[in-house]
């Protein structure tokens, strides 16, 4: 069955700084993967998704992602953030329910705080 | 705006009591989900349904029931709430799971 493991629960950087969220999967087949955002006291957002093609992935608010079928990893970067930017990040990969329709399984999530 | 509209926002129930969280879309997606999420454990599946009609469980079913009987909308119901159900739920819903999902602000209930 297909997993998601985010490696860093909290994330805590300073604003400017670039950040690395990390997301790995495992899965035998083929995958869609994503980034959701969830902010505060709001439901999640979608950022950004791999489906196919260019492993570079451009999302929304500045961030990207590369897919890395060798390492199975789905990685989230910003190259500088804001304090904006602090907010709960889930990454999900699609999975094959029992009765053959699709879901996505996401992970623990990684809190990222932007201090000043 | 066109989304998944949840309601109620907020609900705190007695030990025994029953309730039922309602989601609503417009737009015309034929899967909807409901998730629960709690501290350090991420999104859980309780509950989804592909079309209008048919439902399936998820990871966490027990202790819940779900309704699909129009497409634009997707009940998720406690017949008997402990205090291991409080949590943030979520109702999401989708064209494909290519597409992601779009979801709704959630619903946040105490069970007491």
């Known amino acids: 069955a297909q997993s998601v493991t985010q490696l860093d629960s909290q994330v805590p950087v300073f604003e400017e700084a670039p950040v690395e969220l990390r997301c790995n999967y495992s899965?035998?087949?083929?995958?869609?993967l994503f980034w959701y955002v969830q902010y505060p006291n709001q439901g999640l957002q979608l950022l950004l998704k791999?489906?196919?093609?260019?492993?570079l992935v451009k999302g929304i608010n500045g961030f990207e992602a590369e897919f890395n079928k060798s390492q199975t990893s789905f990685h989230l970067r910003k190259p500088s953030v804001h304090i904006s930017d602090t907010a709960e990040y889930f990454c999900?990969?699609?999975?094959?329910?029992?009765?053959?329709?699709?879901?996505?399984?996401f992970g623990k999530g990684t809190k990222l705080t932007v201090n000043p | 705006n066109a989304g998944v509209t949840q309601t109620p926002k907020f609900q705190v129930l007695k030990t025994g009591q029953s309730m039922t969280l309602q989601c609503a879309q417009d737009?015309?997606?034929?899967?909807m989900y409901w998730y629960r999420q709690d501290p350090g454990m991420g999104l859980r599946l309780i509950y989804y349904?592909?079309?209008?009609?048919?439902?399936d469980k998820g990871e966490v079913p027990d202790g819940y029931n779900v309704s699909r009987l129009k497409k634009q909308n997707f009940l998720l119901g406690l017949e008997s709430a402990a205090p291991s159900q409080t949590s943030v739920y979520f109702c999401?819903?989708?064209?494909?799971?290519?597409?992601?999902?779009?979801f709704g602000s959630g619903t946040r209930l105490t069970v007491v």
């Open positions: 791999y489906l196919s093609g260019s492993t």
């Open positions: 899965s035998s087949v083929s995958v869609y």
């Open positions: 999900a990969v699609s999975a094959r329910t029992q009765g053959g329709s699709e879901k996505l399984v």
């Open positions: 999401a819903s989708s064209t494909g799971v290519l597409y992601g999902y779009t």
């Open positions: 737009m015309n997606h034929n899967s």
């Open positions: 349904s592909a079309s209008e009609g048919t439902t």
